[in-house]
């Protein structure tokens, strides 16, 4: 069956420092991925999404890569604040499931000042 | 500012007892979701809107049913609530097939006693 998920449940980086977020998933047929940024008592907030025809996407401070051959997807976040401690998600659509969202297990980024 | 919003924030209901949760937006978007978010876990889709039409996710229990009586609203029904059902309810809303830039809502955290 379809499914999404990540490798490591917490992180915990210094201010500063760079981070990466990982997430692997199993269905060959997700063709869109989106990771989320979900602060406490907040609803998910859209960092940075990126189509299967693509193997990297940058945006402000945040880069997605993708590597289809291992069904893996990463967020990678420059030079982290204390602002982005939050959960992270990934989530994936199937190719054809129009408007429906799987979304991972989530990992916690933790940034220490 | 354009936005999606969900009242209340906060909801308890006595075990069994009929709860609606409503959500609005301004953003005229077509398409409105449903997720229920559990402690520690991602959230889940219960359902959505494409205008009028509205797609049930296979799992989704009975207890849980919905209504968008125009555009701007959505509700999220609970015919009889368990303990099983304390939860974060999430709104979200997309244009089209533009999923992943939809927007979610704050989110109604449900109390079941």
């Known amino acids: 069956g379809e499914s999404v998920g990540l490798h490591l449940p917490t992180l915990s980086v210094q201010e500063g420092d760079n981070s990466i977020i990982n997430c692997a998933y199993s269905?060959?047929?997700?063709?869109?991925f989106i990771w989320y940024k979900q602060e406490s008592g907040k609803g998910p907030q859209f960092i940075i999404d990126?189509?299967?025809?693509?193997d990297k996407r940058q945006g402000q401070r945040v880069t997605v890569l993708l590597n289809k051959t291992v069904k893996h997807l990463s967020l990678q976040i420059a030079a982290t604040q204390p602002g982005d401690s939050a959960v992270y998600f990934c989530a994936e659509n199937l190719r054809g499931s129009n408007y429906k969202l799987t979304f991972g297990k989530g990992t916690l980024l933790t940034v220490n000042p | 500012d354009a936005m999606v919003i969900q009242n209340p924030r906060y909801q308890v209901t006595q075990f069994g007892k009929p709860v609606t949760l409503s959500c609005s937006q301004t953003?005229?978007?077509?398409?409105m979701y449903w997720y229920q978010q559990k402690s520690s876990q991602a959230p889940k889709l219960l359902f959505h809107y494409y205008d009028k039409d509205f797609n049930n996710e296979a799992d989704t229990p009975d207890n849980f049913q919905s209504r968008r009586p125009n555009t701007s609203f959505c509700f999220l029904d609970i015919r009889s609530p368990g303990l099983g059902d304390a939860a974060m309810y999430l709104c979200?809303?997309?244009?089209?097939?533009?999923?992943?830039?939809?927007?979610f809502g704050s989110g109604t955290r449900l109390t079941v006693v």
């Open positions: 990126i189509r299967s025809n693509m």
């Open positions: 979200a809303t997309s244009r089209d097939v533009t999923v992943g830039l939809g927007t």
């Open positions: 953003l005229n978007h077509n398409v």
């Open positions: 269905n060959s047929a997700s063709d869109y």
